[in-house]
């Protein structure tokens, strides 16, 4: 089973301790004291406090400089700390491989019975190939370690594959992580891969290491105990991902159906690396969102027909019995059926037969992905589409593709045919971070009887906001991607979504 280890970087012993405490609380195997963090330590009388009497099991760290940490002393006193810590009972101390050497000769013959020493070697700029990484497991074996610890960096997601291949192949208990938001997986994934422990923080702030994520993430969010070899994985691939709430929501889902799954964020720079080197069966699907909806298509071995019509995908499943790839988009049918009735509970109307988008000015800001989900399901309900985008090339070819009319953002501002129009924004303008930001002036907003944006993060965007001020009916981007996710999970497992476990799920994290 994979520890979860929790980083303890506290500037002060009572601080430290009461983190320990936390730590144990939250679900931890064991904790990392980061020696090299204290602020004023002094071994012989801090150390009997932290490692002496303590709720759970203990990895001593004193981190060089030279090495990613914070100790600026030499290595004889560093030495003489760690050596303390196993005598009092440590179950761990971590050392570098540079000097694994000088401190295995020290303590020789002294290790406790029930002590295992950890050698590591950081690489904070990149993460070498297969052969290095096996190369440098060796010479870690050889230096005498118990357990082989290697962390490097990510430049790409698909660096992460080496360090799985490593993993699964090393004879001995290994720690293998990839630093950063590219290398996250490699924390995730820890147990389906076989690795030793994978660290999780008490809260952002307290990382000791980049890309750490949360403690309460890993168990409550992805759900880390109940991942093993047979674990299917699924995610979202995108650029940025840190925003999205689907893991959130379709791990709960996947949990709530006893799925054997867990659901992941994919920071993906390179679309069709990343498919090639994730490969395996083992990934069973993938949601795409900005900016890979639209070359998603070209990936895919098979494309749904609706999907090849709109010309982005936003859902790939990995067919078990061959690998390939197929293609399909659940954005229309969320965001149409989302403004939709967004529209009829504003009238007070039920469901009738006719869209209540059939012969309505359609302005849709945005030609990537999304918007081509929306222009397409507008036109099939029988709207008039138009498409405003910052690259008025874009724009004109999805409306003759579609039989629309284009527009640039400036002539959006004062474009006004007639009262009673719909809009809808597709882009990420007015997303976390940069809430401020809106795609068209409030004074233009007039216009318009029912507002809609794609973005979820925040719920209540500027856009929306004003829109409401302008009297208009707002449809949240909540509710397009709450409807999409359920046509990605019944996708995924050819299983009904639980709808009101995942509204219920969506509005506490959002």
Same mark, same amino acid.
């Given at each position: ?19 320990? !405490? ?62 303390? #810590? ?20 020290? &303590? ?36 005498? !370690? ?20 490593? &993993? ?6 290994? &720690? ?9 997986? *490699? ?27 949360? &403690? ?16 299917? $994985? ?75 019509? $709109? ?26 059926? #989302? ?15 006719? *869209? ?13 992905? #999304?918007?081509? #989900? ?107 991607? $709450? ?28």
């Amino acid at each position: 089973m994979t520890l979860l280890c929790v980083p303890l970087v506290a500037k002060t012993v009572e601080q430290m301790m009461a983190d320990m !405490a936390a730590a144990k609380a939250r679900g931890a195997d064991l904790v990392e004291i980061r020696l090299d963090h204290l602020s004023d330590f002094e071994p012989r009388r801090d150390l009997p406090l932290l490692v002496g009497d303590r709720p759970l099991p203990v990895l001593v760290t004193y981190r060089p400089k030279w090495e990613g940490g914070e100790y600026e002393g030499d290595d004889k006193q560093r030495f003489e700390a760690l050596c303390l #810590a196993m005598e009092l009972g440590a179950e761990y101390v971590d050392v570098e491989l540079k000097v694994a050497d000088d401190f295995v000769r020290l &303590i020789s013959g002294k290790k406790p019975d029930n002590f295992k020493l950890i050698v590591s070697s950081h690489n904070y700029q990149s993460t070498p190939s297969s052969e290095e990484l096996s190369s440098l497991v060796a010479r870690i074996q050889a230096a005498g !370690a118990d357990i082989v610890k290697i962390a490097t960096t990510a430049v790409d997601i698909v660096d992460v594959t080496r360090m799985f291949q490593v &993993i699964v192949h090393c004879q001995v208990p290994m &720690i293998g992580l990839v630093m950063g938001e590219r290398g996250l997986i *490699s924390r995730l994934l820890c147990p389906k891969f076989g690795g030793y422990l994978t660290f999780g923080t008490l809260g952002v702030g307290k990382e000791s290491a980049p890309g750490q994520p949360t &403690i309460s993430d890993l168990l409550n969010v992805y759900n880390i105990r109940q991942i093993g070899a047979d674990t299917k $994985i699924f995610g979202i691939v995108g650029k940025p991902v840190g925003h999205s709430k689907s893991p959130v929501l379709l791990n709960a889902a996947f949990k709530s159906v006893g799925l054997d799954a867990v659901y992941v964020p994919l920071l993906v720079d390179d679309l069709v690396n990343f498919l090639n080197a994730y490969s395996s069966t083992d990934f069973a699907g993938f949601s795409c969102t900005i900016p890979h909806k639209e070359a998603a298509v070209g990936c895919c071995d098979k494309v749904d027909p609706i999907a090849k019509s $709109i010309g982005a995908v936003n859902t790939i499943i990995r067919r078990p019995s061959d690998g390939k790839l197929i293609g399909y988009n659940t954005d229309y049918v969320g965001a149409i059926s #989302a403004i939709e009735d967004g529209i009829r509970g504003s009238q007070g109307v039920g469901k009738e037969t006719v *869209s209540p988008l059939a012969g309505k000015v359609f302005v849709i800001i945005g030609a990537g992905g #999304a918007g081509k #989900a929306l222009a397409y399901g507008a036109k099939e309900k029988g709207a008039k589409v138009v498409i405003a985008n910052r690259t008025y090339e874009r724009a004109r070819e999805l409306a003759n593709l579609i039989g629309g009319h284009a527009l640039t953002l400036a002539e959006l501002e004062t474009f006004h045919p007639e009262d009673g129009m719909i809009l809808a924004n597709t882009t990420s303008i007015g997303m976390q971070p940069n809430v401020n930001g809106t795609p068209i002036r409030k004074q233009a907003l007039g216009s318009y009887s029912v507002v809609f944006d794609a973005v979820y993060t925040p719920r209540a965007t500027r856009l929306l906001r004003e829109a409401e001020e302008s009297g208009a009916t707002v449809v949240s981007g909540l509710e397009m991607f $709450i409807r999409q996710a359920m046509g990605q999970f019944e996708l995924f497992t050819n299983l009904t979504a639980p709808e009101n476990l995942m509204r219920d799920t969506v509005m506490r994290y959002t």
